[in-house]
């Protein structure tokens, strides 16, 4: 178990290998997955305030890249809690007027459950 705290919102447990988007609203959060939690739409987005994974998944990457959002914030679907975190929430469902926060998330990370060195995917990209 893992202590996943979230800023202005208090601290739970979460299961070692959850996806942290399921995470967040596992402990109450109204967080934002307009795509489900496919990278591609930057609704699940947070800035770590500690714990952040040195390594991400290529389709975060780019989309982060492409938004320019990259050294800004990160998506939460596409990160797995292995360590104690804390995260402050960007996009709350309550705060940007939308009905519903999308489609649920899978369990597991998609659309590539692979994590790479952020060195690495500036080098070939």
Known sequence: MHQLTIKDHGSCDVEDGARLVRAIEGCGMDVGHRCGGHARCTT???????GEPETMTRAEYEKL???GLLDEVRLSC???VDRDMA??????VSEMGWTDPGPEPAPE???EAVWYPRAELEREG
Do not use: G, H, N, T
């Open 109 to 111: 990370v998609q659309p």
């Open 87 to 92: 995260v402050e929430v960007l996009m709350r």
């Open 44 to 50: 699940c987005r947070v800035r770590f305030l500690d």
């Open 65 to 67: 890249k492409s938004a």
């Open 78 to 80: 596409q990160i797995v």
